[in-house]
């Protein structure tokens, strides 16, 4: 039977997960999913994951995955670069998913996470011949992961490891040391959020966001060869810019000092969608106030995953099965 504990709110913008959890082909309890003091995963970081986005729309009565395909396959990319096997296709992925939202009654805007880690108990470090255990699961999201109207950056003095030391086209468990140490930095110096550069001194990207930037009329992303994880929420503001102004979003290195002359930048990932950057290291960007781009991408990339804005609908996916609102 299936206890009936609401949702307790939290910190940014999260409430309480839900009780229910998806691990290696059935639904359990989240008390019983857990794994041993003794995870590789644990001591290591041997694992990958994702952050998945449901919307949930009122009028619709309707709850919709926000590319939900191509984080399932990206998950498939980062275990292949582990030596890891994904033990189900990205489809029946999909489909658990749904099965999970539907079973815990989500109702509201929601995160999703799922997670492929070394459960096995081995000492050594090594990455073969380890059990491994699938879970998802899913936390109501009812507010803003970040301030959606403006945040206050720190250049951080903790670099993103390039990729020959930790391979960044996957979403690595350990490999968020470095950002999470960045974080920490930058809020304790009276700061909202990091960007990081590369070893070599260009930018990266935020803690666990892109970095998108403005320069007159042209619009500018570091390339993926930049030790950045090239990310959905990427490349849908990239289509949405081109979409808009015809105009393809330059990728090329990014020198720090753009960033203080940049006209407008924005941070964009699954969970901050985007939010425009107002300050970085002191240094008012723009005018100071938020930039109407970002603020606009915010807004419709929001209403695509609501099916509010009847654009890319190929991007979302109905969790409930019922007749489609036209």
Known sequence: MKPEHPPVASSGGF??????VYVDG??????EAGVSVHAHALAYGTGTFEGIRAWWNVDHEQLYLLEVHAHYER?????????LRVPMS??????????LLRYNEVRTDAYVR??????GMALPVRMHDIQTRLSIAVTPMPGDYIN????RCLVSTWRRAPDVSTPNRAKVTGSYTGPALAKTEAVGHGFDEAIMLTVDGYVAEATTSNVVLRIGDQWITPPGTDDILEGITRDQVMRLLYDDTGRPVMQRRVHRSELYTSDEILLCGTAAVAVPVVEVDGRVIGDGKPGEVTLTLNRVIRAIGRRDDPRHQEWTTPVYERKEQS
């Open 26 to 31: 059935e639904i359990v309890p989240a008390e």
């Open 15 to 20: 409430a309480a997960p839900c009780d229910w």
């Open 90 to 99: 990205p489809e029946r992925l999909v489909q658990a998913t749904t099965e």
């Open 114 to 119: 799922p997670l492929l880690v070394q459960s």
């Open 75 to 83: 998950l498939a990319r980062s275990a292949k670069i582990l030596g």
């Open 148 to 151: 959606p109207d403006g945040v």
